[in-house]
């Protein structure tokens, strides 16, 4: 069990120029992933947006735990597939709000389909980044 409180830095490089990419790195992990502006915001539409990044955030919590909770139980899955659609509007007062979330999941070859399902349920329920999300979320799930 590790010891909490846990700490995870993220270091951000970035010019001036919104047709640039900028770069994002984490604990010194060795390749830095590239973001920038999509091209609806005149970006150059070449790397990861922030929105991307916010959906692979969830996506990535909720699996990593949810592989954590599988071995636990003891069951096992051959592949996890997921996507996020992440909505975008303007606000009451002109901003921007991510206005919901739509989050899909399919399990091929679940040793036990009905567990394994389960404990997604609960995986979704408990995930850090979906409980910090205040945000309409919208779960699918396929287990086979």
Avoid at 104 to 133: G, M, N, R, W, Y
């Amino acid at each position: 069990m590790p010891k909490f409180p846990l700490q995870f830095k993220t270091t951000v490089q970035s010019s001036c120029a919104i047709s640039e990419t900028w770069k994002i790195s984490e604990n010194g992990v060795q390749a830095p992933i590239h973001c920038a502006l999509p091209l609806e915001f005149k970006g150059p539409g070449n790397a990861y947006t922030p929105e991307g990044l916010l959906g692979a955030s969830l996506l990535s919590c909720i699996i990593g735990a949810f592989k954590l909770h599988c071995e636990k139980s003891q069951v096992s899955f051959g592949l996890l597939s997921g996507d996020t659609i992440i909505v975008m509007d303007k606000d009451t007062t002109n901003g921007l709000s991510i206005t919901s979330i739509d989050i899909h999941f399919q399990i091929e070859q679940a040793s036990d389909p009905e567990k394994v399902k389960k404990i997604l349920e609960t995986t979704i329920k408990d995930c850090p980044v979906s409980k910090c999300l205040k945000t309409g979320k919208t779960f699918h799930i396929i287990v086979r």
